[in-house]
């Protein structure tokens, strides 16, 4: 009796290990379904950029890829872009996390845009002031910071809420931060495309399915079509080419019908500096003014911005001081 059990317990024990294993894919099978595919867009997410992505907002946060991974040749880093952000490999060796790089931050200066920092407010539950940055966030922007990841996410605010002209010709209310850009529509907020702007164009092409590359790929050479396009529209400097300490023209349309519009010039290295005094819009909300450069001015590519102050409507009109 006791041997009888001994052999069911033996063929019992073979046939668990056959339902188990025969269960299980291949190592080879792995290895091939560890990337996932996505015909929209034609490109494979893949390793630890794939888990981060499904485990921290997937498709609602972050978009599609629009690239593969490749080694960026600014800094050696490993990256992927997607819609909405920039994935990072960060450390190496045994201590390597995935981090989502500051395309917020990246688009103002890719567009020579920069917002000045304003004065405190008190905290509630609907407002909040960050010290970091400068800035405010509030209502229905400061509802989905609060639910969809936060500071870890999306990082500071850049600006305040704006109105900005997208590609689409509308207008909107957005606020942008060191990881997004926010954008109203309607009562819902949504993320704007930053990552498929900034993506290198080499890196876009999509790739046909069942063949991901076997590694990260280099970055490759750039063309013109990586160039940012300037997403304001209706605005310019005149002369938009100028020595230090001369007398330029700012000419803008779009702004409310005698619109009081704040004016400031963002410089080359990242600061920013305000005129000190308004334009008003004309009746037909077109502004015409003259500013003046100073005599040592930083050489490079500036900008001067118009915010209209009832409007929030952004205008950004860039230009270059050579000698």
């Known amino acids: 009796m006791s041997q009888r059990r001994g052999r069911w317990t033996v063929a019992l024990t073979l046939l668990a290990l056959v339902l188990l294993f025969g269960a299980m894919p291949p190592v080879a099978g792995q290895a091939q379904t560890s990337k996932v595919y996505f015909s929209q867009t034609g490109h494979y997410v893949g390793g630890a950029f794939r888990t981060f992505w499904e485990n921290r907002g997937s498709l609602a946060i972050f978009g599609f890829p629009v690239s593969e991974e490749f080694v960026q040749k600014s800094d050696g880093r490993l990256v992927q872009y997607f819609e909405r ?103 819902q907020v949504r993320l704007g495309l930053l990552g498929s702007v900034l993506v290198p164009c080499q890196r876009r ?60 010039l963002n410089l080359p290295n990242g600061t920013t500096r305000g005129l000190p005094y308004q334009a008003i819009a004309g009746g037909d909300g077109y502004v015409l003014i003259g500013f003046r450069t100073e005599a040592n001015d930083l050489i490079g590519q500036w900008s001067l911005v118009g915010q209209g102050t009832q409007s929030g409507r952004v205008i950004l009109a860039p230009f270059r001081l050579q000698r």
């Open 85 to 187: 952000a920039r994935f990072e490999q960060i450390g190496s060796g045994n201590t390597t996390f995935v981090g989502l790089g500051l395309i917020g931050t990246d688009y103002l200066r890719a567009r020579s845009l920069g917002f000045p920092r304003v004065a405190p407010v008190t905290n509630t539950s609907t407002q909040r002031y960050f010290p970091e940055t400068g800035h405010t966030l509030n209502g229905a922007f400061k509802r989905y910071w609060d639910g969809k990841g936060s500071l870890s996410i999306f990082g500071f605010p850049l600006s305040e809420e704006i109105t900005e002209q997208l590609d689409d010709g509308r207008n909107y209310t957005v606020q942008y931060f060191e990881r997004a850009r926010f954008e109203l529509v309607g009562s």
């Open 205 to 264: 092409p999509g790739l046909p399915p069942n063949s991901p590359p076997n590694g990260p790929l280099p970055e490759g050479a750039t063309s013109e079509c990586n160039a940012i396009p300037n997403a304001v529209a209706n605005g310019r400097v005149y002369p938009d080419v100028s020595v230090p300490g001369t007398v330029l023209g700012f000419e803008a349309r779009g702004y409310l019908p005698n619109e009081p519009v704040s004016l400031w």
